[in-house]
Structure formats: structure tokens, C-alpha cells
């Protein structure tokens, strides 16, 4: 994680003053035993870093965000997190005093780890274990050191657990308000996710009969589901979410004159964008806006981490 921070120099003293306290709910989940430093850049100017900011949205639902991991289903996908923490050194190690090995200490899973003679402290714990816990591992199975709202919601969306999220975290998410006592005909944040992720039966077969074949007769991969998925998604060029259409890719050796592509080599474009691609060419609009197949892959990405294909 980063954080863009005013310091303070010290030049008769040759040293470099960081204040932790505007930022220290920020930074107790990462290892402070090494730390690099680096000039900010001028789009940093203002102090908040894009992890700052990052810290701050896991910091604003700290409380939805730990109940959620709590749940026993969520706590089960997770893993193993009894043992996780006996792996981590005692919370109160920085004070000294630790005597014999580590414990679990507090009500499961809302406990820390401490040694027997910290065991017996009877002080709070100053880290959310279990929040850290469920971040680092989410984050791990990205291969990634950052977190957004979006992989956690990713997450649950593939492991089936997207109903048990908070509805304040998924709200952010999809950036619509929450039902109000003066407004309740708006749907549940959860509702409208549910609605926007539809799995695709997606059978593979290992060994077609096709295959063995002298000149099998090509097929053409065919799916309406995967199409409206990607009329759910925001066009790649404007942003807009009205008005998508599902691209199909051209060019590039996969589709002849009269003749579309797979379903699957699709991505989001507005009407316009659409129009425009196909009256300039696939080759004049790729000079503007990089190759169709970087947009395909973007698109099977986000396909694959929402858990559309079953």
C-alpha cells in the first residue's frame, strides 16, 4: 500500500519526520518494518494517494465489511483463519514482555493473536484481524497488494455469496441510493446486482466429435446470455451504461465478409461508437482507440471474475 504524506524535515538532525496519526486506521493492516520513499508526483499534490483512497473505502465500512467475513459461509470460503493468525507474531510484540507462543485470544472470530503472558492483558485489540484476514486473502487471489470495492464484490459474486454483502458496500458499488423510508420503490443494491450477474451454462467438451473428423465443418459459438451480458456493461469508450451494443470483433483474421464472429469475441460500445467504428473501419478506429482485442480480452476478464460462466 501507498500514502502520499507531508514530512517534515528535520536538516539539522539529518532526519525525515512522517506523521502516522491522520492515516494510522489506514495503515494497521500492512508490515511498517520497511518502508521506501519516493518524491510525489504532481497528480499526488493534493496528499491522497489512489491507496489512500483505497484505505479509506474499506475504513468506511469496517464494521459491514467485518460482519460479512464473520458469516460462517463467507469465513468457510475464506479459509483457514484459526490458523492464519497462530502463523502471525503477538499484537503486542513492539512492547516486549512476550513469553512462550501464540495464542487465540478473544471470542472467535473476533480474537487476535497473542502470546500466553499478553494473554492474559485484558486491553482491546487495536487491529481488525478478521478484516485484515479476509482483505489479504482476497487480494491474494488476485496476485495483488491493493484492494477495491470491486474485487471484494467480484469475489463474492464467484464464490456465490454476493447476497450475504452489505448493502451499504454494494450500493458503492453499483453507485445507486439505498431505499429510503421517502423513497421505497428503489430495489436493494444486493437485487440489482443479482440482476446484472447471470451464470452461463457453459459446457466443455474434451473431445468433440469433430475432432476426429478429416475436414470438420466449423461452428460458430452462439450465446444470447453472454451478448446481454455485454449490453450490461459500460461502453469501453464513453462510459455510457445506455444504450450499449455488443460488438462483435472484426478484422484480425476472424471473421469473413457477411460472417460474425464467435459471441464470445465481444465487447461493450455505445450506439454512436458502434456506428463510428464500423464507417471508419476497424483499422482507422484502432489507431484512435488501441486494439479490438485488448477490449475482447477486458471483457472475458470481467466475464470470468463475476462468475458468469458457470
Known amino acids: 500500500m501507498k500514502l502520499v504524506v507531508n514530512a517534515i524535515i528535520q536538516r539539522e538532525l539529518k532526519a525525515l519526520i512522517i506523521p502516522l496519526q491522520d492515516y494510522w486506521s489506514h495503515i494497521n493492516l500492512i508490515d511498517l518494518s520497511r518502508v521506501c520513499l519516493s518524491p510525489a508526483l504532481d497528480h499526488q499534490s493534493d496528499g491522497v494517494s489512489f491507496a489512500q483512497q483505497t484505505a479509506r473505502w474499506w475504513h468506511k465500512y469496517q464494521k459491514e465489511l467485518t460482519d460479512f467475513f464473520a458469516n460462517p459461509q463467507v469465513l468457510h470460503l475464506l479459509g483457514d483463519f484459526r490458523k492464519w493468525l497462530l502463523r502471525q507474531s503477538c499484537e503486542f510484540e513492539q512492547e516486549g514482555g512476550c513469553v512462550g507462543g501464540i495464542v487465540i485470544h478473544g471470542n472467535y472470530p473476533y480474537c487476535s493473536p497473542r502470546c500466553w503472558h499478553h494473554d492474559l492483558d485484558d486491553r482491546l485489540s487495536h487491529v481488525n484481524w478478521l478484516l485484515r484476514f479476509g482483505l489479504q486473502t482476497i487480494a491474494s487471489h488476485r496476485h495483488s497488494k491493493q484492494i477495491d470495492i470491486d474485487h471484494v464484490v467480484s469475489w463474492a459474486v464467484i464464490n456465490h455469496v454476493a447476497d450475504l454483502l452489505p448493502e451499504m458496500l454494494v450500493a458503492e458499488f453499483n453507485q445507486v441510493p439505498l431505499p429510503s423510508i421517502h423513497n421505497q420503490m428503489v430495489p436493494m443494491p444486493t437485487d440489482i446486482l443479482a ?33 446481454q451480458f455485454v449490453r450490461s456493461l459500460p461502453c469501453v469508450i ?59 480480452f477486458r471483457t472475458l476478464m470481467k466475464a470470468c471474475e463475476l462468475g458468469v460462466f458457470n
Open 238 to 296: 464513453t462510459g455510457k451504461s445506455e444504450g450499449v451494443e455488443a460488438h462483435h470483433l472484426i478484422g484480425h483474421g476472424v471473421s469473413a465478409m457477411g460472417t460474425k464472429t464467435h459471441d464470445l469475441f465481444t465487447f461493450p460500445l455505445s450506439h454512436d461508437e458502434h456506428m463510428n467504428l464500423h464507417q471508419i473501419g476497424w483499422q482507422a478506429w484502432e489507431k484512435q482507440h488501441s486494439s479490438q482485442i485488448e477490449y475482447v
Open 195 to 227: 440482476r446484472h450477474v447471470k451464470p452461463i451454462n457453459l459446457t466443455v467438451e474434451p473431445e468433440p466429435p469433430a475432432m476426429f473428423m478429416v475436414k470438420p465443418k466449423a461452428q460458430r459459438f452462439q450465446s444470447e446470455k453472454y451478448l
